[in-house]
């Protein structure tokens, strides 16, 4: 089976949705998100040849401008991208994240567990502004029919700010 039908096996949905924390209120011009990312990875979904211990490494992302690209189909892969989908390691891939946080271009680290076993769910909370409108995560699946896999999140514009309602 290709690749991409794995994805859709493991993954039901990653859903984003605005939530509120009352004791909380998000900076003006910016919005409070939370991903939920579920895979559905096993034995009920992917009956015939299941490998053993399916499982995700930890998320990890950013909120960042639209001219930002963490990763882009057809392009070589960041050193960070490159560990963090051959070995599930993060630090490569914050180091990046950082620097263009530093720069101006990225906004918010995003950072949050791995699923392990799958099935099951993670979810991360974090905030999205004008500055930065898009969100880019990834996580490693393993293991993987070919080597390097990961899977890539990316919205475009995430949201008007200026259209929210309270």
């Known amino acids: 089976m290709k690749s991409v039908d794995?994805?859709?096996?493991?993954?039901?949905?990653?859903?984003?949705?605005?939530?509120g924390n009352a004791?909380?209120?998000?900076?003006?011009?910016?919005?409070?998100?939370?991903?939920?990312?579920?895979?559905?990875?096993s034995k009920a979904t992917y009956p015939?040849?299941?490998?053993?211990?399916?499982?995700?490494?930890?998320l990890i992302g950013a909120t960042h401008s639209p001219t930002?690209?963490?990763?882009?189909?057809?392009?070589?892969?960041?050193?960070g991208i490159k560990n963090m989908a051959e070995i599930g390691s993060k630090s490569p891939l914050l180091s990046e994240?950082?620097?263009?946080?530093?720069?101006?271009?990225?906004c918010?680290?995003?950072?949050?567990?791995?699923?392990?076993?799958?099935?099951?769910?993670v979810t991360v909370t974090f905030m999205i502004s004008q500055d930065c409108p898009v969100v880019s995560v990834v996580s490693?699946?393993?293991?993987s029919p070919i080597n390097q896999q990961f899977i890539p999140i990316k919205t475009t514009?995430?949201?008007?700010?200026?259209?929210?309602?309270?």
């Open 6 to 19: 794995i994805l859709i096996a493991a993954l039901i949905i990653v859903l984003m949705c605005i939530c």
């Open 23 to 41: 004791s909380e209120a998000p900076p003006p011009d910016s919005a409070r998100y939370q991903l939920i990312f579920q895979a559905t990875w």
């Open 48 to 58: 015939l040849n299941l490998p053993p211990h399916p499982h995700f490494s930890g």
């Open 68 to 79: 930002v690209h963490l990763w882009k189909e057809g392009k070589r892969a960041t050193p």
């Open 97 to 106: 994240i950082d620097s263009l946080i530093r720069q101006g271009s990225a």
């Open 108 to 121: 918010t680290t995003i950072c949050g567990g791995g699923i392990n076993p799958s099935p099951s769910a």
């Open 140 to 143: 490693m699946i393993t293991p």
């Open 157 to 166: 514009t995430a949201v008007n700010i200026n259209s929210l309602v309270s």
